[in-house]
């Protein structure tokens, strides 16, 4: 089933804000340079997807943003991330803090094994939060457009639920914690149409708060939903194959007048 043709409420203007700004030189797992050469500014209220091939470093981009490439032994950036203007790879910031501003949403959904109620009150309760939990989490769900399918049984354990439902859970357990910034790894692959469409729908809502960055293979999908795309490829250095930038533009542009002729080859699906 094709997903209905959404309306795009913000839009890309020379003033818009840069929120996120990556400026890596490199990245390496090890002594693998998986990165290079990436200068990538993230606008405010916009929703940016990540397109390429795979290996290209989609994945390990999106997870500079938030550091969570931190999480995995002998990696290195050389390079900084600004969070409004501040280096988030600053020994003095605090990666935890930065997570609860830069939320990610995976592939696969994973709710924790707990209640779908407190699920979304595990956040503020680790927050500290003093204010009326129930009303979190109740906003949360709605705002996940999943409230009405789970207001009568709230107590029964997260995974008792659809893969679609799941995923739009975790859209609220994070939107519970109020992030400025939602980071998603290819967050419909695992979901049928249906939940696809109202993921997708749900993201468009979303915008009007937060910032979101997604990877996907689903061209469809980045035209449908993005307002900017970047194109990653891989290019032969050094005896490795390292992901660059090849082009990064409002995303009509990239879908229909590319300026790399690689471009045009990828979103054409005529890519060697
Ligand atoms: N934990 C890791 N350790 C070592 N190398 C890694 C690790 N994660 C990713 N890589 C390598 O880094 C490169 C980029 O991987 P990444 O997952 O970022 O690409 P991608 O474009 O997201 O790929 P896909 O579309 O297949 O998910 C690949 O060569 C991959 O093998």
Same mark, same amino acid.
């Given at each position: 089933?094709?997903?209905?043709?959404?309306?795009?409420?913000?839009?890309?203007?020379?003033?818009?804000?840069?929120?996120?700004?990556? &400026?890596?030189?490199?990245?390496?797992?090890?002594?693998?340079?998986?990165?290079?050469?990436?200068?990538?500014?993230?606008?405010?209220?916009?929703?940016?997807?990540?397109?390429?091939?795979?290996?290209?470093?989609?994945?390990?981009?999106?997870?500079?943003?938030?550091?969570?490439?931190?999480?995995?032994?002998?990696?290195?950036? &050389?390079?900084?991330?600004?969070?409004?203007?501040?280096?988030?790879?600053?020994?003095?910031?605090?990666?935890?803090?930065?997570?609860?501003?830069?939320?990610?949403?995976?592939?696969?959904?994973?709710?924790?094994?707990?209640?779908?109620?407190?699920?979304?009150?595990?956040?503020?309760?680790?927050?500290?939060?003093?204010?009326?939990?129930?009303?979190?989490?109740?906003?949360?769900?709605?705002?996940?457009?999943?409230?009405?399918?789970?207001?009568?049984?709230?107590?029964?354990?997260?995974?008792?639920?659809?893969?679609?439902?799941?995923?739009?859970?975790?859209?609220?357990?994070?939107?519970?914690?109020?992030?400025?910034?939602?980071?998603?790894?290819?967050?419909?692959?695992?979901?049928?149409?249906?939940?696809?469409?109202?993921?997708?729908?749900?993201? &468009?809502?979303?915008?009007?708060?937060?910032?979101?960055?997604?990877?996907?293979?689903?061209?469809? &999908?980045?035209?449908?939903?993005?307002?900017?795309?970047?194109?990653?490829?891989?290019?032969?250095?050094?005896?490795?194959?390292?992901?660059?930038?090849?082009?990064?533009?409002?995303?009509?542009?990239?879908?229909?007048?590319?300026?790399?002729?690689?471009?045009?080859?990828?979103?054409?699906?005529?890519?060697?």
């Amino acid at each position: 089933m094709a997903a209905p043709s959404l309306p795009s409420v913000n839009a890309y203007s020379a003033d818009s804000e840069v929120i996120l700004h990556a &400026q890596i030189e490199a990245f390496y797992y090890e002594k693998f340079m998986a990165l290079r050469n990436v200068d990538l500014p993230i606008y405010k209220n916009l929703i940016t997807t990540f397109i390429g091939p795979s290996g290209c470093g989609k994945s390990t981009l999106l997870k500079c943003f938030n550091r969570l490439n931190d999480l995995i032994p002998q990696t290195r950036l &050389q390079g900084q991330i600004l969070f409004k203007g501040r280096n988030v790879y600053h020994p003095l910031e605090d990666a935890v803090v930065l997570r609860r501003n830069i939320g990610m949403l995976f592939q696969k959904p994973n709710p924790f094994p707990k209640s779908i109620y407190n699920n979304v009150a595990f956040g503020p309760r680790i927050q500290g939060y003093r204010g009326d939990i129930d009303e979190i989490v109740e906003l949360s769900l709605r705002r996940a457009v999943l409230w009405d399918e789970v207001k009568h049984k709230l107590k029964e354990n997260a995974l008792s639920l659809s893969g679609g439902q799941q995923q739009r859970l975790c859209i609220a357990r994070m939107l519970a914690v109020q992030p400025e910034i939602i980071l998603m790894d290819e967050p419909c692959s695992a979901l049928d149409p249906i939940s696809t469409n109202q993921i997708e729908a749900l993201i &468009q809502e979303l915008k009007q708060h937060h910032t979101i960055v997604i990877v996907t293979h689903n061209m469809q &999908q980045a035209l449908r939903v993005s307002d900017m795309t970047a194109f990653l490829n891989t290019e032969m250095k050094e005896g490795s194959r390292t992901g660059e930038l090849v082009e990064y533009d409002r995303t009509h542009i990239i879908f229909h007048q590319p300026k790399q002729e690689i471009t045009r080859q990828y979103v054409n699906g005529n890519f060697g």
